[in-house]
């Protein structure tokens, strides 16, 4: 399919980047400061320190937000969501590869959250299908106006080399069928612009 169906399904429960509300729901609520610190901010070896904060962290109702909260702030020092600094590493240094589809509506849903590159690239190719204008998505995204565009150049170049993969062909109107046995194909490096194309580098112009 070439175009994007609609989506109907219900929001994402997400929280924003700099939202820490769910704070006031976590086990460790209310803590004595010292006391927090020793337990979740521990010197390297006190692994009675450890133990106990993970004990704290398996029955906290918030556990999966406080590691959202720490990933996508780059929080690199500490127990957080039941997780060690050391054993957070191997998340972040993949953070770049996830995609997570949730994320992904909730950023066209305006909501402030941390995109990876792999869903950020994801948000680029279906703003480019919507027919959404650079500008709109640099809002969205809160990025450089031309930083977008070349993303949004990018994102047409794969939709054309994908429709050319599989045999599609766009009509002066829009519309998308198969190309016949006696068209002839066109090489990946002659890069045609599709009528879609063409409209999109216009408004980015």
Known sequence: MR???ANNSPAPDLRGIADHSWHS?????GMAPARADRLFFH?????????EAKRTCAVCPV????????????????????????????WLANLHKR??????????????VHLSTAERSTVIHHAYLRGWSPERVAHLLGAGLDWIRDLMREAAYAVEDRDRHWGLVEEPDG?????????????????????????????AA
Request: some cysteine; glycine content about 10%.
């Open 63 to 90: 556990k999966g937000e406080c590691f959202t909260y720490a990933m996508d702030n780059g929080i690199r020092h500490g127990i957080w969501g039941g997780l060690t600094d050391k054993e957070r590493q191997p």
């Open 25 to 29: 729901r976590g086990a460790c609520y």
């Open 175 to 203: 519309t998308i069928r198969e190309r016949s046995d006696d068209e002839e194909d066109v090489e990946p490096e002659e890069r045609l612009q599709t009528h879609a194309l063409i409209a999109s580098l216009g408004k």
């Open 3 to 5: 175009y994007i169906t």
């Open 43 to 51: 010197t390297t070896r006190n692994r009675r320190a450890i133990a």
């Open 99 to 112: 995609l997570d589809y949730s994320r992904i509506r909730a950023a066209f849903q305006g909501r402030d």
